[in-house]
């Protein structure tokens, strides 16, 4: 069931092609809510919206990745949403615009990790660009990965930024890291476990350089 506010949608996917998963929320700017889901039969990522009364606004259809493991999706103003599909073939991504337009190509834009990952955190750290964060097989731990776009879909980076070893031995990699803004170009990450690095604490911030400071 979508609560939000005032009103509730008991079936939020009824009259969609099912099976469907990956059901995420995110915000419309006007105060109503956005909910993306993976269409397997269709292997579609599609999102329904509603106005901030409930009202039905409209069904859109994002992008058709090759597979979807785990759907992530965020809001940013003035960018839009993008919504973040990780399996093992790699991190594809879509943004739609404010007025529902696709920004990107119909299967979307390559980002992020080339294998497998776990569930994508997005960060919108500037009005123009944004972070994704990724968990990622390594020797000794999974590590936790930072790569910047612009709004169009376009690396920042050279190479993603590498936020540590998980301190725990085998972390559920099916959950999302908690990630948010601080200020303009600093996003925090914070890590139930903390981080196999001396000295480091459970927090880690990012700034859009890519540099990395333990906390």
């Given at each position: ?141 999974d590590r936790l990965l930072a790569f910047r776009y612009?709004v169009e879909g376009q690396p920042l980076w050279t ?57």
């Amino acid at each position: 069931m979508i609560r939000r506010g005032r009103w509730s949608k008991p079936r939020p996917t009824a009259g969609i092609l099912s099976p469907v998963s990956g059901l995420t929320l995110a915000p419309r700017p006007d105060g109503g809510a956005v909910v993306f889901a993976w269409v397997a039969p269709l292997h579609m990522v599609a999102a329904r919206m509603w106005a901030d009364d409930g009202n039905p606004f409209g069904d859109f259809e994002l992008f058709a990745p090759d597979a979807c493991d785990a759907l992530s999706a965020a809001y940013g103003p003035g960018q839009g949403w993008v919504a973040v599909c990780t399996s093992a073939q790699g991190t594809r991504a879509q943004r739609m615009r404010e007025d529902g337009t696709i920004a990107w190509e119909s299967g979307g834009a390559a980002v992020g990790a080339t294998s497998r990952s776990g569930p994508a955190s997005i960060a919108f750290d500037s009005a123009s660009t944004l972070m994704l964060l990724e968990r990622v097989p390594a020797v000794g731990g999974d590590r936790l990965l930072a790569f910047r776009y612009d709004v169009e879909g376009q690396p920042l980076w050279t190479a993603p930024a590498d936020l540590g070893t998980d301190l725990e031995l085998r972390p559920t990699r099916g959950a999302r890291i908690e990630v948010r803004v601080v200020r303009q170009g600093l996003v925090r990450v914070e890590r139930p476990s903390g981080v196999a690095a001396k000295g480091a604490g459970r927090a880690t911030e990012v700034t859009s350089n890519g540099e990395v400071h333990f906390l």
